[in-house]
Structures are given as structure tokens and as C-alpha cells.
């Protein structure tokens, strides 16, 4: 793909379907491509499908016009899916896909299998959103647009900070912010601020935290019944294996938290460990320095397993 115009000719209609628990890179991207048709290409029809998103991505233009359900028997000329890397992250909505006349895909895991018709896939690009902005010509990326862009950017590079970023990364923001956004709220509206209750599960994450092989790993488990005491869902958990990976000395740090039906693996690496390969062998995927599974065993249980996997690789 060379960029997204092209890709618009012959098409009336277009679905944009990102990952389940949709963070702030599928948010971003989603609603760039959703806003860039919305605005250029008036005569196409354009819906975005994604769960519930947080609330702090809610500034963004075109966020209440995502679809949540699924009841829509439409079918679209153009299925686009983003930042996702398999089929099973869509949720409901892969209905749409499977139904739609043509498919493409634009992502950066490592572990995505490159699913659909037309697959604009580079792993070392530090977001889906960077991906997006080099689909669109510069002159049409609206203030709009930008927003969208900067806060996907922010998010999947820990505000610049992660090796992913590369100069481009941080040209491409600077062209953003000649666009006129608000960089300086919306990195500490989207990315730095908790509420009073998410800090006081970081806290309690943090102090109850553990740590293994010789302190390789660190290991913080979020308990159903804290989560609900003190009314936070998995949404509100963004940020805390960051703040367990940079514990001093470690390698890896495994953020868990319980589900009904398990738990929810969140795996981040200093370096030495590949947490991609071991969140592919629970099921799960992502990339070399940041990964995550959904797993049907109790915390404990994933633990040991972790714990072996990243000793296996030490
Ligand atoms: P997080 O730990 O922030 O939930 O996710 C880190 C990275 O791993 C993200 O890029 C995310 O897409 C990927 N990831 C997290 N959980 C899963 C999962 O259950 N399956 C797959 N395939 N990827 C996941
Ligand atoms: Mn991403």
C-alpha cells in the first residue's frame, strides 16, 4: 500500500475495525483513517467498530460515532483493520470482515500472519498511527487528524521513550504539532493522569509486587476483588506494568490481572528477553519489548510458567 487514496478508489464503503481493549494507538489510528475519509472522501461511507473506549480518548474527533454493536448486517466494499495482528482481537465485529468485498490491514506486531487481502505490515515501526500518517498526504492531515495521530504516537512509545521510536517517529510528531494540536494536554490528559482510584491500584499492585530469578523479573497481580472494591475495570490498568518495568535491574516485568475466567498477561522486557515469543507460546502475540496473552489458568499458574520462559531466555 502506498497510501490510503488509492486504496479508496471503486469504494463506497468502508468498516474500521481495531483490537479488542482498545488502547490509545488503535483509538488514534482508527479515528485518523475515520476522520481523513470523513473529511476527503465525503461520498464514501465510513464506520469505525471498536469496544468501548476510555475515556480519555473521548476528545478525539469522531469518538462518538464509533459503533459498538455488531447488529449491522452491512456489507462493506472495504474491511480496514488496525494495529491488530490476528483475527481473534476483533472481537464481534470480524464479521465484517470476513464479509467485506476486499480486506487490508495496516499494523506493527511482530507476531501479525499478514491475514488479509492487502497487508501494510512493518514491525519496527513504533505505532499503527506513525503507519498511518505515512498513508496520507501531508497537506490533507487536518488539525483533526493530527490529534488522532499524536495520541496513538504517545501511547505505543511511552511519550518518545521506547527504542521503537526512531527520528522519523519524532519528525513525524513535529509535523504534528506544526498542525497546531495541544501536544503538551494531551500527553498529560491521555497518558500521565490517573484518577485517585487507578493510583491506588498501582499502589497496591506495587507494594504487593514480587521478585524472581535473582530479580530478573518482577511480577504484580491486580485481584478481582481489589479491582472491584475500588471500582477500576481493565481499562484503567494501562500504565502499571510500565511503572513495574522500571524497577532497577530488571528484565522483565509481568503484570496480571484476574478475569473471570483467568487472567490477562501483560509482558514488558528491558532488552535481553524477547516477551514476544513467550506471549505467542501462551496464545497471546504483540512485539519483542511488549506483549500480552489472555490465559484460562489462575495468576499463580501463568506466574511459574512465565517464570520459566524468561529463565529459559536469560
Ligand atoms: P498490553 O500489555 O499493553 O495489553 O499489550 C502489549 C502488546 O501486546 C500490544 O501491542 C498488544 O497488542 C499485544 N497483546 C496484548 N495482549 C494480547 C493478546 O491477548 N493477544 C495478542 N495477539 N496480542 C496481545
Ligand atoms: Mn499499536
Known amino acids: 500500500m ?61 469518538s462518538d460515532q464509533i459503533r459498538h454493536g455488531c447488529d449491522s448486517e452491512e456489507v462493506y466494499d472495504l474491511c480496514i483493520v488496525q494495529d491488530c495482528s490476528s483475527l481473534d482481537r476483533l472481537g464481534e465485529a470480524v464479521k465484517y470482515f470476513h464479509s467485506a468485498k476486499k480486506t487490508a490491514c495496516i499494523d506493527h506486531h511482530v507476531s501479525n500472519g499478514s491475514f488479509a487481502d492487502e497487508n501494510h505490515v512493518f514491525p519496527e515501526v513504533s505505532s499503527t498511527s506513525e503507519l498511518i500518517f505515512g498513508l496520507l498526504e501531508e497537506e490533507r492531515i487536518t488539525k483533526e487528524i493530527a490529534e488522532c495521530i499524536y495520541v496513538g504516537m504517545v501511547h505505543d512509545t511511552g ?53 524472581f530469578l535473582e530479580g530478573a523479573l518482577i511480577a504484580g497481580i491486580a485481584r478481582l476483588e481489589d479491582m472491584r472494591a475500588l471500582e477500576v475495570l481493565p481499562k ?32 514488558r522486557s528491558n532488552g535481553k528477553v524477547n516477551v514476544a515469543d513467550i506471549a505467542v507460546s501462551f496464545g497471546g502475540g504483540g512485539h519483542v519489548m511488549a506483549a500480552g496473552a489472555d490465559m484460562k489458568e489462575e495468576p499463580e499458574e501463568v506466574l511459574r510458567q512465565v517464570c520459566d520462559k524468561v529463565k529459559a531466555q536469560l
Request: hydrophobic letters at 40%; aromatic letters at 10%.
Open 2 to 62: 502506498n497510501n490510503l487514496a488509492s486504496n479508496l478508489k471503486q469504494v463506497s464503503s468502508v468498516a474500521v475495525l481495531g483490537h479488542i481493549r482498545p488502547d490509545g494507538d488503535c483509538v488514534g489510528s482508527c479515528l485518523a483513517t475515520w476522520n481523513y475519509i470523513r473529511t476527503w472522501f465525503p461520498e464514501i461511507r465510513v464506520d469505525v467498530y471498536l469496544e468501548p473506549i476510555p475515556n480519555i480518548f473521548k476528545f478525539l474527533k469522531g
Open 159 to 211: 511519550v518518545f521513550q521506547y527504542n521503537s521510536t526512531t527520528a522519523r517517529t519524532m519528525n513525524i510528531a513535529g509535523k504534528l504539532m506544526e498542525k497546531g494540536i495541544d501536544f503538551t494536554k494531551i500527553v498529560d490528559d491521555t497518558f500521565y493522569t490517573k484518577t485517585y482510584n487507578q493510583n491506588r491500584i498501582l499502589g497496591k499492585v506495587l507494594l504487593e509486587s514480587r521478585l
Open 236 to 267: 484503567h490498568l494501562d500504565g502499571i506494568v510500565n511503572q513495574l518495568r522500571v524497577t532497577k535491574d530488571v528484565e522483565v516485568a509481568a503484570f496480571l490481572y484476574e478475569t473471570e475466567n483467568g487472567c490477562k498477561l501483560s509482558l
